[in-house]
T-cell receptor, first 112, second 114 residues
Framework: RKEVEQDPGPFNVPEGATVAFNCTYS??????FFWYRQDCRKEPKLLMS???SGNEDGRFTAQLNRASQYISLLIRDSKLSDSATYLC?????????????FGTGTKLQVIP | NAGVTQTPKFQVLKTGQSMTLQCAQD?????MYWYRQDPGMGLRLIYY???????DKGEVPNGYNVSRLNKREFSLRLESAAPSQTSVYFC?????????????FGEGSRLTVL
């Protein structure tokens, strides 16, 4: 089993739709979680942090489910500009060493 | 502000050739990183530098060397390029490592090794 797994998509959704992505992780001791956004042929950029209590930023909501070992990203009222690949990042701190694992990304295409 | 600047943006090499990817940041960040991104594999850490004067291996360091020239600059060298090193390379920097989760990435360098 991969340490971090994402459905690669693509998710093709119409403008205005709500779409959700999940990212599962294998190590239950993982401690920090983030979502990054990467536009086509561009660099990744931090979208938001993920907390057990949830994190909302406008149309975006990130959630952590420790029991089931997954993080989610919900995008409401999708815009054309949301088309991108969304990468999850999972961090494990162990014995003074910090292991950072990127998911392979989920591609979102918002259609007019 | 320029942020993180990488050069070159594109490069084609023949097997066995050497080259250096340059990276500079103007945000006065302590930590700098080199990642490679390959289809279906996510970003993988090659080397990182937690602070000026220190460098450490990441997940996939074989075939690479790095130099933290000063606080601003962190270069990645391929001594003898191999086709397996065909990839997109990203340099990144951060102020507090992954504590805040925010790394600032350069635009990437697309390397093809024939």
């Amino acid at each position: 089993r991969k340490e971090v797994e994402q459905d690669p998509g693509p998710f093709n959704v119409p403008e205005g739709a709500t779409v959700a992505f999940n990212c599962t992780y294998s190590n239950s001791a993982s401690q920090s979680f983030f979502w990054y956004r990467q536009d086509c042929r561009k660099e990744p950029k931090l979208l938001m942090s993920v907390y057990s209590s949830g994190n909302e930023d406008g149309r975006f909501t990130a959630q952590l489910n420790r029991a089931s070992q997954y993080i989610s990203l919900l995008i409401r009222d999708s815009k054309l500009s949301d088309s991108a690949t969304y990468l999850c990042v999972v961090i494990l701190n162990s014995g003074g060493y910090q292991k950072v694992t990127f998911g392979t990304g989920t591609k979102l295409q918002v259609i007019p | 502000n320029a942020g993180v600047t990488q050069t070159p943006k594109f490069q084609v090499l023949k097997t066995g050739q050497s080259m250096t990817l340059q990276c500079a940041q103007d945000m006065n960040h302590n930590s700098m990183y080199w990642y490679r991104q390959d289809p279906g594999m996510g970003l993988r850490l090659i080397y990182y530098s937690a602070s000026e004067g220190t460098t450490d291996k990441g997940e996939v360091p074989n075939g690479y060397n790095v130099s933290r020239l000063n606080k601003r600059e962190f270069s990645l060298r391929l001594e003898s390029a191999a086709p397996s090193q065909t990839s997109v390379y990203f340099c990144a920097s951060s102020d507090k490592g992954w504590d805040t989760g925010e790394l600032f990435f350069g635009e990437g360098s697309r390397l093809t090794v024939l």
